[in-house]
T-cell receptor, first 114, second 111 residues
């Protein structure tokens, strides 16, 4: 079974703190993604990566950065957390298969910024 | 940017009734995927549609991709309480493995 794990299920941080969210997948997938999920807005793509050390901006990259030093690990960084970054953060991975590239999601990290 | 509209946002049905959610795009899609997220859970892949006019079935679930590849639907026949959750469509416009998710339809099934 594909497994995508995230470092924390719940996280509480203060405004201005630097926050690291870690994601690890064990299926040797090329693609990895970070989304945030907010009520009524669905899943919005923050950043994605097609390969080690590669990153691409998604729809809402402002206030975030990412790091992919190893194929299995994709980190999301909030340089200076703000209250409007309180959200559920979901990591996903998918193979580079051109025919079928379903995304496998981690359990999510619910981040609260106070 | 790519836009995918999904309706309705919420749907309450009595157990045994049918349910349909619709996904619409203003642009032609390369393919479309459907995901289900149970309450408190994470999205789980259901199916991918690629061909114009494609219809696929999974037990009581029927998925359709429009002839123009701009819309899709998910229909559940005779809903059960296990169908509760939020259903998302996710569209790939460019074939670049990058999905744009709809806002989801949250289904409640009343026993």
């Amino acid at each position: 079974d594909v497994k995508v794990t995230q470092s924390s299920r719940y996280l509480v941080k203060r405004t201005g703190e630097k926050v690291f969210l870690e994601c690890v997948q064990d299926m040797d997938h090329e693609n990895m993604f970070w989304y945030r999920q907010d009520p009524g807005l669905g899943l919005r793509l923050i950043y994605f990566s097609y390969d080690v050390k590669m990153k691409e901006k998604g729809d809402i990259p402002e206030g975030y950065s990412v790091s992919r030093e190893k194929k299995e690990r994709f980190s999301l960084i909030l340089e200076s957390a703000s209250t409007n970054q309180t959200s559920m953060y979901l990591c996903a991975s998918s193979p580079a298969d051109r025919e079928l590239y379903e995304q496998y999601f981690g359990p999510g990290t619910r981040l609260t910024v106070t | 940017g790519q836009q995918v509209m999904q309706i309705p946002q919420y749907q309450h049905v009595q157990e045994g009734e049918d349910f349909t959610t619709y996904c619409n795009s203003s642009t032609t899609l390369s393919n479309i995927q459907w995901y289900k997220q149970r309450p408190g859970g994470h999205p789980v892949f259901l199916i991918q549609l690629v061909k114009s006019g494609e219809v696929k079935k999974q037990k009581r679930l029927t998925f359709q991709f429009g002839e123009a590849k701009k819309n899709s639907s998910l229909h559940i026949t005779a809903t059960q309480t296990t169908d509760v959750g939020t259903y998302f469509c996710a569209a790939d416009q460019t074939g670049a493995n990058n999905l744009f998710f709809g806002t989801g339809t949250r289904l409640t099934v009343i026993p």
